[in-house]
């Protein structure tokens, strides 16, 4: 997205020809962009100027010379041949790119992708820059642009070639989570099953399973194990996928429930399997969610799932 198509006219800073490579930034505090609209990204993108500009700042212009969003787009701050006001040091030497991310929001596939496009464009003949990728933290002492950022900086994410995304790749990709950590299963209710590993070494709460990062919806193949114990002897347990969208309120609501499958069980322990092919929606998320209808407390001891998904 241009500058042109914000209505903002030609940048006012001064001219410069950086060309010793592209600087990663980021935003000090979370903004959740990767789970919000496009539109959103614009929105934060013009307030962001409003603030550079502003009595509190006071700059020419807004201080970077580009945003890559999580949904894969580019947005253009002060632009090319501008010097800015992004890292003190390298001002007029390298240009800028945000991330607008802050410390807890993903960097996306496709925001990596996003500045791997702007790289290679910035190499080009017209501008020819340097390969090169650093963080704002090379620059100065700051936490800019944050462990996540800085980490894909210095394993040359960002300087590889960008990928194809016109989504016509036919290779599914591959998560894996587990779970070791026991959960309650009280009577009568469903519970979402919260994974704590994942294939990558991640660690923490995962619910959902597909549909964090592929915001734009994905084509599922999900097959689940779990394992209950403490059941009833006869008690029924029961297994599905629920599809979830936002609620408008920051929270998530049911958006879809997928058939259940209700295995035979013969009391104690039990072990069983699912698994469920699906179309997920643009900006819904897929989760496990486990019921068991014996009179007495039951425990997820462990789970595991593996998912297939092609994004579009
Ligand atoms: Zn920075
Ligand atoms: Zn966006």
Same mark, same amino acid.
């Given at each position: 997205?241009?500058?042109? @198509?914000? %209505?903002?006219?030609?940048?006012?800073?001064?001219?410069?020809?950086?060309?010793?490579?592209? /600087?990663?930034?980021?935003?000090?505090?979370?903004?959740?962009?990767?789970?919000?609209?496009?539109?959103?990204?614009?929105?934060?993108?013009? $307030?962001? =100027?409003?603030?550079?500009?502003?009595?509190?700042?006071?700059?020419?212009?807004?201080?970077?010379?580009?945003?890559?969003?999580?949904?894969?787009?580019?947005?253009?701050?002060?632009?090319?041949?501008?010097?800015?006001?992004?890292?003190?040091?390298?001002?007029?030497? *390298?240009?800028?790119?945000?991330?607008?991310? %802050?410390?807890? @929001?993903?960097?996306?596939?496709?925001?990596?992708?996003?500045?791997?496009?702007?790289?290679?464009?910035?190499?080009?003949?017209?501008?020819?820059?340097?390969?090169?990728?650093?963080?704002?933290?090379?620059?100065?002492?700051?936490?800019?642009?944050?462990?996540?950022?800085?980490?894909?900086?210095?394993?040359?994410?960002?300087?590889?070639?960008?990928?194809?995304?016109?989504?016509?790749? @036919?290779?599914?990709? *591959? =998560?894996?989570?587990?779970?070791?950590?026991?959960?309650?299963?009280?009577?009568?209710?469903?519970?979402?099953?919260?994974?704590?590993?994942?294939?990558? %070494?991640?660690?923490?709460?995962?619910?959902?399973? /597909? %549909?964090?990062?592929?915001?734009?919806?994905?084509?599922?193949?999900?097959?689940?194990?779990?394992?209950?114990?403490?059941?009833?002897?006869?008690?029924?347990?029961?297994?599905?996928?629920?599809?979830?969208?936002?609620?408008?309120?920051?929270?998530?609501?049911?958006?879809?429930?997928?058939?259940?499958?209700?295995?035979?069980?013969?009391?104690?322990?039990?072990?069983?399997?699912?698994?469920?092919?699906? $179309?997920?929606?643009?900006?819904?998320?897929?989760?496990?969610? /486990?019921?068991?209808?014996?009179?007495?407390?039951?425990?997820?001891?462990?789970?595991?799932?593996? /998912?297939?998904?092609?994004?579009?």
């Amino acid at each position: 997205m241009s500058r042109s @198509d914000l %209505g903002w006219g030609s940048s006012p800073a001064e001219q410069a020809n950086p060309r010793s490579g592209l /600087v990663i930034h980021y935003d000090s505090s979370d903004q959740n962009l990767a789970n919000k609209n496009h539109s959103s990204c614009v929105t934060y993108w013009r $307030n962001t =100027r409003s603030f550079h500009t502003g009595p509190s700042r006071g700059w020419a212009d807004i201080g970077y010379s580009w945003m890559a969003c999580p949904h894969g787009y580019v947005l253009e701050g002060r632009g090319l041949y501008r010097t800015q006001a992004a890292q003190p040091g390298g001002n007029s030497s *390298h240009y800028s790119c945000t991330l607008a991310t %802050g410390p807890s @929001d993903p960097i996306t596939p496709d925001q990596i992708n996003a500045v791997r496009q702007l790289r290679q464009w910035l190499m080009e003949p017209d501008t020819s820059i340097s390969g090169k990728v650093l963080g704002h933290r090379d620059f100065i002492s700051t936490s800019c642009p944050g462990d996540k950022a800085y980490a894909l900086v210095k394993d040359g994410t960002f300087a590889k070639a960008p990928g194809n995304t016109e989504g016509d790749d @036919d290779m599914p990709s *591959h =998560r894996r989570f587990e779970k070791d950590k026991a959960q309650k299963l009280e009577p009568g209710s469903w519970a979402s099953l919260a994974f704590d590993k994942r294939h990558d %070494g991640e660690t923490g709460e995962f619910y959902a399973l /597909v %549909g964090v990062e592929e915001t734009k919806g994905a084509y599922y193949d999900i097959s689940v194990g779990v394992t209950l114990e403490g059941l009833d002897s006869g008690a029924e347990a029961q297994i599905r996928l629920t599809e979830y969208e936002p609620n408008g309120d920051g929270g998530w609501k049911v958006a879809r429930n997928r058939p259940i499958d209700s295995p035979v069980h013969v009391g104690g322990r039990a072990h069983f399997t699912y698994s469920w092919k699906g $179309n997920l929606g643009e900006g819904r998320r897929v989760r496990v969610r /486990v019921a068991q209808y014996g009179k007495v407390e039951a425990q997820v001891t462990s789970a595991t799932a593996d /998912v297939f998904y092609w994004k579009r």
